[in-house]
């Protein structure tokens, strides 16, 4: 015969300041509850519904808006077709440092086709109103902490919401970077672009004095180009406005000149100059149609009076016949040009030999001197790139960069003497077989038994041999390298395709070539590829992989990846696997389909 068991109940507000015995269960009538009494305690201690128990849920949404629970820990979008919102719950009300994940698992999120993850009331998200997954199976982890913030503790590598190199980021400056200079490099063209929303807005570059701002340059609340000053941060002069619709140079606060000057053309304060007798301690010679001459200093078009040129220099632009759209500013700049297009030379002797080189840019005295036909090269430095001849589509940033190349082209040095050996002459005894030469001096030199046709300064040769004696010449083919760092790179002549980023890399080979190198400051070199051990990543340091359990490693499919399993169950030297929910973690391998055992076929589990 069965036994009917009967406990006391009675209403909550009865039982509020109610004392049971120890370890009595009694009935809450009013929310349906147990409570545990201890003898002791007041109201005892009320017992969880099952509809109150916090579990480890996966949520489902296809392609809508939705509003997540309290009781949520994973929101997989499994279809989405526009953009949507995750609205998440406060985070007071979710259990302090419990994870919330929302995740991409159809693959169609885009830059379109976002998920935006939504605060509630006052929360903040990283100090922000809201968080974006903007990639294809993307994916943020966030955390609260029970008050009024949630902390995004993992996301996709491709929808970062703030990247700090060197220091760290913040709201205000999403992509920080700490460090001495920064290369952007292409193996063709290359464009740097800041875009604005609308012409009221601003694109510009500022330059700060202890984080104090000194300089503007750029779109400033207009489509006009801009060049503004500041002595303390807050009040700012235009000094300079070149206008977009006409190409007009504006000098808002007038220039000062010193010395006799020549004026032949143009406006002051809109009255036109004329005449041979200016008012005193102004204009010298006044004259109409032509270049003006201020202090000897010539300012105008420059010769061929092209509309687009502007010529800014004594003996700028000096010969110029047909070549437009170029910019001459400094004694002696683009001198030689003649139908050369849209170059840009700033500082004496810049551009000084180019004649039909195009698309060139020089800032800082001898840069780009010795160019002549080369085109779309980049050198801002005094001496920066001021060897090269004909080579194309170099850059080349800091005093002395790639200061001796000459034919070479798509090297990129950024840094005081970056790259500043390659392109150099190379003596003989020291030629690399196989590489094109240029003889610059015969000497004691014996050519033709290495190569060339004669022995005659000019003559190009492919090195068949070391050479002997005392002759030079110059590599013909030091092409598509790249060096960022003071001093870098130094000790390379002829090679070819090498990458190096640290400061003061020095003593390298003369021809390596297919080599990656990574350093720091003082030239201690951490990672390189190819160049201590061929065809092979060398580390100088451990290398860390993501980590993760096995119920949140990345959905296989991209085969090579590596990572680390915290409670993957392993194998024992005897070959047995460890028990479940016993794993201790280890490497594991995406093979494109699942995870493995690094070095097995056998599959991750926890």
């Known amino acids: 015969m069965s036994v009917q068991v009967k406990r006391r109940r009675e209403a909550a507000s009865f039982l509020s300041t109610f004392v049971g015995a120890q370890a009595e269960l009694i009935v809450d009538t009013t929310n349906s509850r147990v409570q545990v009494h201890d003898g002791t305690t007041a109201g005892g201690w009320p017992a969880a519904k099952l509809s109150e128990a916090v579990t480890n849920t996966r949520t489902a949404v296809s392609d809508a808006a939705y509003t997540a629970l309290v009781s949520d820990r994973t929101i997989a979008y499994t279809a989405i077709t526009a953009a949507r919102v995750v609205s998440l719950p406060a985070a007071s009300a979710y259990p302090t440092g419990t994870r919330l994940i929302v995740v991409d698992e159809s693959g169609s999120c885009s830059a379109t086709n976002t998920i935006t993850l939504s605060r509630a009331g006052s929360d903040t998200i990283d100090g922000a109103t809201s968080a974006v997954i903007c990639s294809a199976y993307g994916y943020l982890a966030l955390q609260g902490n029970g008050s009024n913030r949630w902390t995004v503790i993992d996301q996709a590598t491709s929808n970062l919401t703030a990247v700090g190199i060197g220091t760290a980021a913040d709201p205000n400056n999403p992509l920080s970077v700490y460090g001495t200079s920064a290369l952007f490099n292409s193996a063709g063209n290359f464009n740097f672009t800041i875009n604005k929303a609308a012409s009221t807005n601003t694109a510009s570059t500022i330059y700060e004095d202890g984080f104090s701002a000194r300089a503007q340059v750029g779109l400033c609340g207009d489509d006009n180009f801009h060049f503004k000053v500041s002595s303390d941060g807050s009040t700012w002069h235009d000094a300079l406005d070149i206008t977009a619709s006409s190409g007009l140079v504006t000098a808002n606060f007038g220039l000062t000149i010193t010395g006799a000057t020549t004026i032949t053309s143009g406006t002051i304060n809109n009255t036109a100059i004329g005449g041979t007798t200016p008012a005193a301690g102004t204009f010298t010679t006044v004259a109409s149609n032509s270049d003006a001459s201020i202090h000897g200093m010539t300012i105008g078009l420059g010769a061929g009076a092209i509309i687009s040129n502007i010529s800014l220099g ?142 005659t300064v000019g003559v190009t040769f492919t090195a068949t041999g070391v050479g002997s004696g005392t002759g030079t010449a110059f590599p013909l083919a030091a092409n598509t390298n790249t060096a960022i760092g003071y001093n870098t790179a130094r000790g390379l002549v002829s090679g070819t395709n090498n990458t190096i980023i640290g400061a003061q890399v020095t003593g390298l080979s003369a021809n390596l070539s297919g080599t990656i190198i990574l350093a720091t400051g003082d030239g201690t070199i951490r990672t390189d590829y190819n160049s201590t051990t061929p065809g092979t990543w060398t580390f100088a340091m451990p290398v860390t992989v993501a980590k993760y359990t096995v119920s949140t490693l990345p959905a296989p499919g991209v085969a090579g990846r590596m990572a680390f399993a915290s409670n ?17 973690g280890g490497l594991v391998v995406d093979n494109g389909t699942a995870w493995k055992i690094a070095g097995t076929n056998v599959t991750a589990i926890a």
């Open 314 to 455: 004594t003996n700028a632009l000096a010969v110029n016949t047909t070549g437009s759209s170029n910019v001459a500013i400094g004694i002696d700049t683009l001198l030689n040009n003649t139908t050369g297009i849209y170059n840009t030379a700033i500082g004496a002797y810049t551009l000084f030999y180019n004649t039909t080189g195009n698309y060139n840019f020089a800032c800082g005295g001898g840069s780009l001197s010795y160019n002549t036909t080369g085109n779309y090269n980049a050198a801002c430095g005094v001496n920066a790139l001021a060897a090269s001849a004909t080579g194309n589509a170099n850059i080349a940033f800091g005093q002395g960069a790639l200061i001796a190349i000459t034919t070479s082209s798509y090297n990129s040095g950024i840094g005081v003497n970056a790259l500043g050996d390659l392109g150099t002459a190379v003596s003989a005894g020291s030629f690399a077989v196989g590489v094109g030469y240029t003889i610059v001096s015969v000497g004691t030199t014996n050519f033709t038994s290495i190569g060339a046709s004669s022995n």
């Open 568 to 584: 993957c169950r392993m194998f024992n030297g005897a070959g047995t696997q460890e028990g479940a929910g016993s794993g201790t």
